[in-house]
C-alpha cells in the first residue's frame, strides 16, 4: 500500500465541523416546522433497482444517474456487447431525488399505511451532472409531502410551514406560487392546449431570458405569431393577486380546466389571507416548474434580500404512483433547498453567533493533582448540560490558550495550585479577556446562567 | 414506462416512520452525549476514490466495496479485457466504514485542522455482504474519534460517553477492554511475536467456539504445544482488573512491550475508579477485535440483559493516517452499533412510549364554519410547540376517529356547533376515552399541560 496524495471525487464534498454545525441548524429548524405540523419522517435505501429509477426523469435524467457495478463476478456469462451496454452488468442505482423512492414507498406499503400520509425525508440524492459552482453530485434535500388528499387545506398548510421555516431562520422571502391548470387553460385559450408543455418550458425562462427571448422560443416550438401575442399580455399581468385572477377568469371563460386553476388559486389565496399567514404570496404566471408530474398549484420561494435561484419549490401532483400500479393517488409537497439556504444565510451573515462553537468551556490542564480536581468540576458542569472537555496533556499555558482560541472555545477555566488551595476556580472569558473567581461548588451553575 | 411491481435491492431497507422515529431517538442520544464531551461533527462523501478504498480493509474487504460506474461514456476507448476487470470502469466506490474516510479527511486537511482533534460522524456505509438476519448492506455507523494525542485521558472519557450514552438509553451493559500491546506481550512470552495475528484472530473466538477450539486452531496456525499450554492458563485469568494486572505483570515480566501495556491500563482502570464512573469495566484477555490497526487500549460493549453481539467497539490506534502520507498520528475512538441497539431497545421493550406518535393533537373537521375556528386554535396550539393537524375534509366523524387511532394520536379536539356556540373546545383522551370542555382561550396551554 504505497503513499498517496488524498482527495475526493468531483463535485463531492466535506463537511467541517464549523460546515456541519451551521447545516445543523438548518436542518433542526426545518425539521422541527415538519414535527409541528404532525409529518413522520421517512428514510429510503440510497441503492434502489434501475429499473424503480428509469423513465421517470427524461432521458437527460437517465443519462445522470450515478449506477452501482453489480458486485462478484458482474460480467459472468456476459458477452463483450452486454457488458459494454452496461445494462447487465448493473442493476442498482443511486436515488436521483426523493419523490421517486416516496413513490414507490407508497405503492409498496400502502396496506400498512394510514392516508392521508404525510411524511418529510431529508437524505442525500445523487446525480452524474457536471460540477460546477453551486452544482453537486451528493446534495441533500429536505422533502414534505402528503399523499392521498385532494383538499387544498394542504396546500395552505405548505405556505403555513414555508412562513414558518423562513421566519425561524430569520431569512425575508417571497412565496410565488402558480397553477398547472390555469397554464393548461392558457394554452388551450391560445389554440395550443397540445403545446402545453412546449409554453410552460419556455415561459419558464422568462426571469432569465426576457419576453422576447421567450416569444422567439415559442416561436421556434411552432406557436403561430397571433397565438404569441395572445399570450403575452397574460404574462405581463399586473396587480394583486385577486385582480390578475378576475381577469384571468375572463380571458380563461372558454377553458374549464383554467377556471377550475382559478378557483383553486382562489381558495388557497383567501385562505392564508384569512387565517392571516405571515407570508408574501404573489401569484406569478410566469411560475411553471420544470417537472411535468405537477397538475395543480406550484410553489417556489426566493429569498428577498440575497440573489439566487430559488430555495424552495413544489407543487400538487395527481398521478405520482400511477407508474408504480396505484392509480389516482393526488398528493402536494415542496423541497427545501438545504445547499442555497446555507448560502444565503452565510451572505446575510444570519447564522446565530452560538452556532460553531463545539466546545462551550475547556478546562486547562495544569498537572496531576490539579487535573483529577479539574475532572470533577468537569463531571458536574457536563451534568448541567455543557459542552465541555480538558487539556489532554499539563502542556505550556500559551500552547492550551492557542487551543482554546484556534477552536474558539469561549470560557475557560483554569485550576492552578491557588485555586486548588482557595477552593475557587478562575474562569476566563475569551472573549473579553475579563476573569472571575467562582467557588468550586458553584462553579457548574454559574456557567449554566452564562449560556442561558 | 409500463407498470412494474415495486421493490427495493436485497440487503437495503425502507425506514417506516415508527422505526425512524425510534431510531432518531437512539441517534439524537448518542449525538447529545458526543457533544457534551466536545465532539465536532464531521460529515465525508458517500462516494469516495477507489484508491482511498482499495488495500484499506484486506482483500476480503475490497471484495465487499460497492463500486460505482464511471458516468458518460464509460468505456470509451477501453479494450473488452479492461472493461470486463471493471479496473478502469469504476473510479468511485461507496464508503466501507467511516475510518478510513475519517483519515483521508485528517491528512486532506491537516493545515486546517487543531489537535487534537475530536470529531464524531453518524452516517451509513455499504458493504456487499451476503444479508441475512441483522446483516445489511446498507447500515448507519456512529463513530467518535480523537487524533493526534497520545494521553489516556481520552480512554478515560471514552469510558465515560460509554457510560452516559446507555444509561441515558436505560440499557445495562458491560465494557470489556484489553490492549493489543498485552497481547503482543503475550504472543512474545510464549515465543511467538512473529503470531501475534494468528493468535488473536484465534483467542477473539473464544467467547463463540470454547477454549477447546481455540487451542485446535492456534495448532493449525502453527503453534506448538507448549506456547499454547502456557498460553492457556493466561486466557482462563480469574480475579478483579487489579488482580488480573498483577498477574500479568509476572507473566509479562520479560516483554517491555506487555508490560507497557498493562501500565497503561492500570492507569486507565484507576482513572475509572477515582472518577467513580458509574460502569461495569471488565478486563477481557479474550477480547482481541478483528482489526488490525489497533495498537492500545481496546473496547466492546456488551448488553446485560440482552443476547447479542457486541453493541459498541473501537480502540487505540498509533498509525492510521500513515497510508495516506501522515505518519505518527496516535488516535483513539469507539463505534456504537445503532441497528444492534435498536434490537436490543426493542427486544428490552425500552422505547419511551411518546416515541411514534408524529401527531399528538387531531382537531377533527366537521364543516366550514368549525374548520376556521379550529385553523386559528391549530396555530394557537403549534405555536405552543406541539404537533397538531387538522383532518383535510368534513368527513363522517367515524372515519376521522378511526383516522386518530389508527396513526396513533393521543388527543382528539371536537370544535362542532355547541361548541362554537360555548366557545369551549370538547378534548377527547384517546387512550383513556375520558372527555372535557376547555375555553377556547386555554386549549393550547390545557394541551402543552398535558404534554409536559
Redesign the interface.
Known amino acids: 500500500?504505497g503513499?498517496?496524495?488524498?482527495?475526493?471525487?468531483k463535485g463531492?464534498?466535506?463537511?467541517?465541523?464549523l460546515e456541519?454545525?451551521r447545516r445543523?441548524y438548518i436542518f433542526d429548524t426545518i425539521r422541527n416546522v415538519f414535527?409541528?405540523?404532525?409529518?413522520?419522517?421517512?428514510?429510503?435505501?440510497?441503492?434502489?433497482?434501475l429499473?424503480?429509477l428509469l423513465?421517470?426523469y427524461g432521458d437527460e435524467g437517465d443519462?445522470?444517474l450515478?449506477?452501482?457495478?453489480n458486485?462478484?463476478d458482474?460480467?459472468a456469462g456476459l458477452s463483450?456487447d452486454e457488458?459494454?451496454s452496461?445494462s447487465r452488468?448493473?442493476?442498482?442505482g443511486?436515488r436521483y431525488d426523493l419523490t421517486v423512492p416516496f413513490a414507490?414507498?407508497v405503492?409498496?406499503?400502502q396496506s400498512?399505511l394510514?392516508f392521508?400520509f404525510?411524511?418529510y425525508q431529508i437524505q442525500?440524492v445523487?446525480r452524474?451532472d457536471r460540477p460546477q459552482k453551486g452544482r453537486y453530485?451528493?446534495f441533500y434535500q429536505c422533502d414534505v409531502d402528503v399523499i392521498g388528499?385532494r383538499?387544498l387545506?394542504?396546500e395552505v398548510?405548505l405556505i403555513?410551514i414555508v412562513a414558518r421555516v423562513f421566519r425561524a431562520l430569520r431569512i425575508g422571502v417571497v412565496l410565488k406560487m402558480n397553477n398547472r391548470k390555469i397554464l393548461y387553460g392558457i394554452a388551450e385559450t391560445i389554440g395550443h392546449a397540445d403545446k402545453m408543455i412546449d409554453i410552460t418550458v419556455a415561459i419558464d425562462k422568462l426571469d432569465k431570458i426576457g419576453i422576447d427571448a421567450v416569444k422567439a422560443e415559442l416561436e421556434e416550438r411552432g406557436l403561430d405569431r397571433a397565438a404569441i401575442d395572445r399570450l403575452q399580455p397574460i404574462l405581463e399581468l399586473e396587480g394583486t393577486n385577486e385582480q390578475k385572477l378576475n381577469i384571468l377568469r375572463d380571458v380563461l371563460s372558454g377553458s374549464e380546466t383554467g377556471l377550475k386553476g382559478v378557483e383553486e388559486m382562489q381558495t388557497i389565496f383567501a385562505a392564508a389571507e384569512?387565517?392571516e399567514i405571515p407570508l408574501d404570496v404573489e401569484l406569478d404566471l410566469s411560475l411553471a416548474r420544470g417537472l411535468n408530474y405537477y397538475t395543480g398549484a406550484i410553489f417556489e420561494v426566493k429569498a428577498k434580500d440575497f440573489t439566487i435561484g430559488s430555495i424552495s419549490g413544489g407543487g400538487r401532483y395527481d398521478d405520482l404512483t400511477g407508474?408504480?400500479?396505484m392509480p389516482g393517488m393526488s398528493g402536494v409537497g415542496i423541497s427545501f433547498g438545504a445547499d442555497r439556504i446555507y448560502d444565503v444565510l452565510t451572505g446575510l451573515n444570519l447564522f446565530p453567533e452560538e452556532i460553531g462553537c463545539?466546545?462551550q468551556v475547556l478546562f486547562v490542564n495544569l498537572g496531576e493533582a490539579e487535573?483529577?480536581e479539574s475532572?470533577?468540576l468537569l463531571?458536574k458542569v457536563?451534568d448541567a448540560?455543557?459542552?465541555?472537555?480538558?487539556y489532554?496533556?499539563a502542556a505550556k499555558m500559551k500552547k492550551q490558550m492557542e487551543?482554546a482560541n484556534?477552536?474558539g472555545i469561549p470560557f475557560v477555566v483554569i485550576v492552578g495550585s491557588q485555586e486548588l488551595e482557595a477552593r475557587r476556580a478562575t474562569v476566563k472569558d475569551m472573549r473579553s479577556g475579563e476573569q472571575r473567581q467562582i467557588g468550586f461548588e458553584r462553579l457548574a451553575e454559574a456557567l449554566e446562567a452564562d449560556f442561558a
Open positions: 500500500m503513499i498517496q496524495k488524498p482527495s475526493i471525487p463531492t464534498r466535506d463537511f467541517s465541523p456541519m454545525m445543523q414535527r409541528l405540523y404532525g409529518y413522520a419522517p421517512l428514510e429510503t435505501p440510497s441503492m434502489e433497482n429499473s424503480t423513465g421517470k443519462k445522470l450515478f449506477k452501482i457495478l458486485s462478484g458482474y460480467a463483450d457488458v459494454r452496461a452488468i448493473c442493476e442498482k443511486l414507490r414507498y405503492v409498496q406499503h400498512e394510514v392521508p404525510k411524511r442525500p445523487w452524474a453530485r451528493e388528499s383538499s387545506l394542504h398548510e403555513e384569512r387565517l407508474i408504480f400500479g463545539s466546545t487535573q483529577w475532572l470533577q463531571r457536563r448540560g455543557i459542552a465541555a472537555e480538558i489532554p496533556d487551543y484556534r477552536r
